[in-house]
């Protein structure tokens, strides 16, 4: 079965850096890309970026390039989401996703449950 | 980047109605469009890929259609979990983009 496990919810401060994870199983892990996706409060979806497991290729939204960190770890079938300096307009709920990396026809397919990051003094 | 514009923002229906959801991209990107699903405090599910194609086990009210620009996803007779966001995502261009969504509440 395929599933993708996210780190649970996190509460920062302004400033604070933070890395969530996203735990893949039930497929090959360098077949896919993997993305991350952010939803503000009573938001739509927004894509941040993608990496690919096999060579840790990554692709970031402009609007996030600089902002955000995303890697992926194939030893351990698990990508990461990171920030160096967290701002109260990053709370959101992120949610990861994969997509097939030859082709990659159907969108994201698979989702993780999503994680609820918090900024605030 | 790549624009999706989606409309409406908010459809109200009844139950048994046909729908239609819009979805246009601000320059041609095929058929590399997809149309999720979500219900509050989920995360969301796919429901069509390539334009067109019925992901595996989505009841098949659901349909889309389009290519180029122009995008619909329709519910051909409304049923009760249908009631949800639906969200278009383009992934041709190396930055991905979803419309803004669509909100289908019970009229």
């Known amino acids: 079965e395929v599933q993708l496990v996210q780190s649970g919810a996190e509460v920062k401060k302004p400033g604070e850096s933070l890395r969530i994870s996203c735990k893949a199983s039930?497929?090959?892990?360098?077949?896919?890309?993997i993305a991350w996706v952010r939803q503000m409060p009573g938001k739509g979806l927004e894509w941040v970026g993608i990496?690919?497991?096999?060579?840790?290729?990554?692709k970031y939204s402009p609007s996030f390039q600089g902002q955000v960190t995303i890697s992926a770890d194939r030893s351990i079938t698990a990508a990461y989401l990171q920030w160096r300096s967290l701002r109260a307009s990053d709370t959101a709920i992120y949610y990861c996703?994969?997509?097939?990396?030859?082709?990659?026809?159907?969108?994201?397919?698979?989702w993780g449950q999503g994680a609820l990051v918090t900024v605030s003094s | 980047d790549i624009q999706m514009t989606q409309s409406p923002s908010t459809l109200s229906a009844s139950v048994g109605d046909r729908v239609t959801i819009t979805c246009r991209a601000s320059?041609?990107?095929?058929?590399?469009l997809a149309w999720y699903q979500q219900k509050p405090g989920k995360a969301p599910k796919l429901l069509i890929y390539?334009?067109?194609t019925l992901e595996s086990g989505v009841p098949s009210r659901f349909s889309g259609s389009g290519s180029g620009t122009e995008f619909t996803l329709t519910i051909s007779s409304l049923q009760p979990d249908d009631f949800a966001d639906y969200y278009c995502?383009?992934?041709?261009?190396?930055?991905?983009?979803f419309g803004q969504g669509t909100k289908l509440e019970i009229k």
């Open positions: 996703a994969r997509q097939e990396y030859r082709g990659g026809t159907r969108g994201f397919d698979y």
């Open positions: 039930g497929y090959s892990f360098t077949t896919y890309w």
């Open positions: 990496v690919y497991p096999g060579d840790s290729e990554t």
């Open positions: 320059q041609s990107i095929s058929d590399w």
């Open positions: 390539k334009a067109s």
């Open positions: 995502h383009q992934y041709t261009s190396s930055v991905y983009t």
